[in-house]
């Protein structure tokens, strides 16, 4: 389970503050899948970048089942990171000169995984994203969809419990959109817990939640 209480983020540029989060306070269960979604420059990627430790937060407390992640130091929050969490991006962020199979098998090589088993590893991988038959084919020489494919394949090698993807299917055409999301839900179903930021509501749609970010806060529905 990931607890934020009061999370709050201040980013100082040449002596300009911007407080891109204003005290964020949520829950999310493990097992979740949550679409994450609000106007540009509400504070999306900075909340998603805060939960994968890709960025650290100004106030508040952010814990993780037992571990109280804001009060963990660089090297303990690298190794954090490395067990937890997988990130998917917009641009896909593959490798441009690894084979799809290369960049599938990249996260198991910090891992000190033998050969033969991560093998094994990046074959499930590719065949549960529905690519096996593109193994040998160079990021550049593949489709959008499969690009990303391909990065689900890499953040499912990892073997971590979260997935938090920022606007996964903010580069695709709506039907292969679509495809992205159903290899999110397969990913769901294994027991993952899915973050997805997006501006899609077909996207938001076929998650169990919806968060809505407006000023670095969670805009409450008073209905
Ligand atoms: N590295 C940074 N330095 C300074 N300001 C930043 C930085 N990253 C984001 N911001 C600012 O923080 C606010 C929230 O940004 P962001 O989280 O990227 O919003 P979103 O993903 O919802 O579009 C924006 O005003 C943005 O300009
Ligand atoms: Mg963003």
Known sequence: MIRLNNVTKIYETQGIKTNALNGISLEIKDGEM????????SGKTTLLNIIGCMDSLTGGKYEYNECEVSALKRGQLNAFRKEHISFVFQNFALMKDYT???NVELPLLARNISKKERKKIVNEKLELM???ELTK????????GQQQR???ARALAAGNDMILADEPTGALDSKTGDEIMEAF??????GKTVIIITHDQKVAKKCNRVIEIED????VHND
Do not use: H, L
């Open 34 to 41: 949550i679409a994450v979604m609000g106007p540009s420059g």
């Open 100 to 102: 799809v199979y290369e």
């Open 130 to 132: 529905g690519i096996s």
């Open 137 to 144: 084919k160079y990021a550049t020489q593949i489709s959008g």
């Open 150 to 152: 391909c990065a689900i």
């Open 185 to 190: 839900i397969r990913v769901n179903k294994m």
């Open 216 to 219: 670095g806060k969670i805009k």
